[in-house]
């Protein structure tokens, strides 16, 4: 153990801080059971009126929801999903490629026997090819889980796209919920009994009014995490367009730093993190829950490992 600027690094294992890429924190599971009915304006009114001529089918998980886009589309063993992101570098989340290959197999581009697009918005940062993917005629999925308040430079993003995906977990303070925005050229049933829906309403509804608060607090984190960085030298990895809210804070890293080293080390202290993979980068929780004081020991910790690697 060490004090670094009046932080513990290296604490012991029982005594560690617990920064999630989520916001949801532990006082939040009395609040979220105590809650009994949403706000004014209910989750799915609000999707309604944002995403027009649509239908909406709560979840308990954006993955739940995703799947209920693939299995909508009859998709067959040998058919493909094409996989478009925002940067359309290598990495893509298991967690959206192990949900396709349940039907199907998955390409990073067209294939002979493409039957849909799924085009992940990448950490709160949209993807602005959207009308270029609608012309290639497919069926389109795009992925909100990290975006759920953020848009293109041209206010396209969900405009093309067949099913809309979004995971509330990882916009507001709930440990489930999802929800699948789709096209009325398509039949979905709900499944019943499953004893989410309600609890997944009545928590995100409650937070309706909080959205635009939220999008200004996360925007105001991000810019402090990149004066603070910048000090270290470390740059942000996307270029945060007018439309954009980010999910995580991404940096590259210019070095021949052991990213995985460093990935063992930061979560070590308490800080959910990884390496964004296939690039020299790395992503922090950015979310409305933290403050400055939150990031200035995020910020010690990467210092402090950056000293001692470098």
Not at 260 to 270: D, L, P, V
Request: hydrophobic share 35%.
């Amino acid at each position: 153990m060490m004090l670094d600027n009046g932080f513990v690094i290296n604490a012991p294992k029982h005594l560690l801080p617990s920064y999630r890429i989520s916001p949801f924190r532990t006082i939040d599971i009395y609040k979220n059971r105590s809650i009994q009915g949403g706000g004014e304006i209910g989750i799915e009114k609000y999707l309604s009126n944002r995403f027009e001529c649509r239908k909406i089918l709560l979840t308990d998980s954006g993955r739940s929801a995703l799947d209920a886009s693939l299995v909508a589309l009859g998709l067959k063993a040998d058919d493909v999903v094409t996989i478009f992101t925002t940067t359309n570098k290598f990495y893509i989340s298991g967690c959206v490629t192990d949900q396709i290959e349940k039907y199907c197999k998955w390409s990073r581009k067209i294939e002979k026997n493409t039957k849909a697009i799924l085009v992940n918005h990448e950490f709160g940062y949209c993807s602005q090819e959207m009308k270029s993917y609608a012309s290639l005629g497919y069926p389109i999925i795009e992925d909100f889980a990290h975006s759920f308040a953020s848009d293109s430079i041209n206010n396209d993003a969900g405009y093309y796209g067949d099913f809309l995906i979004f995971s509330f977990s990882k916009y507001f303070p709930i440990q489930i919920g999802g929800a699948l925005v789709y096209s009325n050229k398509f039949n979905i049933k709900n499944k019943e009994g499953s004893g989410f829906e309600s609890y997944v309403r009545n928590t995100v509804s409650d937070c309706i009014d909080l959205i635009p608060s939220i999008k200004l607090k996360k925007l105001e984190n991000y810019k402090y995490y990149s004066e603070q960085f910048l000090k270290l030298n470390l740059k942000s990895y996307f270029k945060l367009e007018k439309n954009d809210c980010p999910g995580v804070f991404c940096f590259k890293i210019n070095n021949d730093i052991d990213l995985n080293k460093m990935k063992n080390f930061i979560n070590s202290q308490g800080i959910e993190s990884s390496i964004f993979y296939g690039e020299k980068a790395y992503f922090l929780p950015c979310h409305q829950n933290m403050n400055k004081q939150d990031i200035d020991y995020i910020y010690t910790v990467v210092k402090y490992f950056l000293e001692v690697n470098l």
